[in-house]
């Protein structure tokens, strides 16, 4: 339709053009200049278009509201350009609004943004991001984020190779006690969005949570030694015949529960010192198979239920990390196998080095576990079988303290289990934190 008119209108500038010389020539000749004439003609008519041309010109740059007056071609020209610029004055508001409403919204977010480009460097940030990070404006913008946010956990994280998603938790850079937890979402093309959010109070109420356990578990250790020591004399006593005889019985059943609560306690208490001070302990390099050697030595010795233990550990292989978390770890897997695989069974424990893990697998030949029950293994006092788990003085704490042992050394475990059949732990371990004895 609007090509239609397009055309109709240039063929009538045509036409006019052609009227126009036309005109100039008959009078031209007229005169006997007729060539003359023609040539002056379309002078004027170039004369004429020069002029609108320049009227456009100076109407584009100069923002005028209205447009100029024009005739025949010019005309429509002039309308058409003024729609064009109409059009494009709205989309920049619209534009403009969208980036208004943007910047109004990521302001009012309680967790900093900041946009890095493809170099780690900041292209943009929201005000919570300034007075998280410590950014200001304008003088950081353009500068590397990991030049302002100096630690290394999250230098590792913005310099990996190929950006990756993450998150670290890392001091405040402007306040003494604040934590922050930086995460990295990678987008578009190279870019990254660099979100932080203040943890300080949740990691104050963790902290709160684990001192009062810790404490409660202390403050109840003494006592229940105490008592422990008066029922083993009362057992004694109540053992031999005579009066005391009928509370032999009772006297038995309190001392066991009593010993399952010192059990209790004292895994509370490794849970918390494996929260509180487990990134504190130092690293060094442990020998694996040994300690492995060393916990299989130690169960199948007390083993009564006649289990057959089996080892198959990569020699010279050993892990850089907490000697005492990772025998936590094989302590209390190996523990749990004996502990749920019923006499006659087997046990397998396996050291090995993979592409991008070194493993440690604890199987057993036992009861297994329902796939429901594994997502939730690792919590606290969650027990399948809490009458079965008692009754063999479990306290439900065994992997909680492996979940964060593990989580100390960037390593991960998984369970495969088919009640009935049997069950494999299986945790791994990063591949830089191996350590390969050299063959020599
Ligand atoms: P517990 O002290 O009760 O063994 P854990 O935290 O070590 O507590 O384990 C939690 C639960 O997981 C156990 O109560 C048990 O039901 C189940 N479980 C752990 N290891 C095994 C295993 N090797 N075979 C079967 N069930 C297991």
């Not at 397009?6 to 100039?24: C, F, H, K, T």
């Not at 353009?142 to 990996?160: D, E, K």
């Not at 083993?303 to 010279?316: K, N, P």
């Amino acid at each position: 339709m609007r090509s239609a008119a397009v055309v109709s209108a240039w063929r009538r500038e045509v036409l006019v053009l052609a009227v126009w010389l036309a005109a100039w020539t008959l009078i031209g000749a007229a005169f006997g200049y007729a060539l003359w004439a023609a040539f002056s003609g379309l002078a004027v008519y170039l004369l004429m278009h020069l002029a609108y041309t320049n009227r456009l010109h100076r109407w584009l740059v100069n923002d005028d509201r209205e447009p100029p007056e024009g005739l025949g071609v010019w005309q429509d020209i002039f309308v058409e350009f003024n729609r064009l610029k109409q059009r494009n004055r709205k989309r920049k508001k619209r534009l403009k609004s969208i980036v208004n409403e943007f910047q109004a919204s990521t302001a009012a977010l309680p967790d900093g943004a900041v946009v890095l480009d493809g170099q780690g460097r900041i292209v943009w940030f929201n005000q919570a991001a300034a007075a998280l990070v410590g950014l200001r404006a304008p003088q950081d913008l353009g500068q590397r984020i990991a030049n302002l946010v100096r630690h290394p956990r999250f230098s590792t994280l913005i310099n990996a190779p190929d950006a990756q998603p993450g998150e670290v938790e890392v001091p405040s850079p402007i306040s003494e006690h604040g934590i922050l937890m930086l995460r990295i979402i990678p987008y578009g093309n190279g870019q990254r969005l660099l979100i932080a959010r203040d943890v300080s109070e949740q990691k104050r109420m963790e902290a709160t949570r684990r001192d009062f356990v810790a404490n409660a578990s202390h403050e109840l250790r003494t006592p229940l030694t105490v008592l422990r020591g008066y029922l083993e004399m009362m057992e004694e006593e109540t053992g031999k015949a005579g009066a005391l005889e009928q509370w032999q019985a009772p006297v038995r059943e309190m001392g066991q529960q009593a010993l399952r609560m010192s059990r209790i306690i004292e895994s509370l208490l490794r849970l918390a010192r494996v929260e509180a001070e487990g990134l504190q302990q130092r690293q060094e390099v442990v020998d694996m198979a040994a300690l492995i050697e060393r916990l299989v030595a130690d169960a199948r010795r007390r083993d009564t239920a006649g289990l057959r233990f089996e080892t198959e550990l990569q020699a010279g292989l050993s892990l850089f990390g907490r000697p005492g978390e990772l025998e936590s770890v094989a302590g209390n897997l190996i523990a749990n196998a004996v502990q749920y695989t019923p006499a006659g069974g087997e046990i397998a424990v396996r050291w090995w080095l993979e592409a991008d893990t070194v493993n440690l697998s604890v199987s057993d030949t036992g009861i297994g576990i329902d796939q429901r029950h594994l997502p939730r293994l690792t919590e606290r006092f969650y027990r399948v079988d809490a009458a079965r788990s008692t009754a063999t003085g479990g306290t439900g704490l065994g992997l909680a303290i492996v979940k964060h042992c593990l989580e100390h050394h960037e390593a991960e475990l998984s369970v495969d289990s088919e009640p009935g059949v049997g069950s494999t732990f299986i945790c791994r371990f990063p591949r830089q934190r191996a350590h390969v004895a050299n063959a020599a």
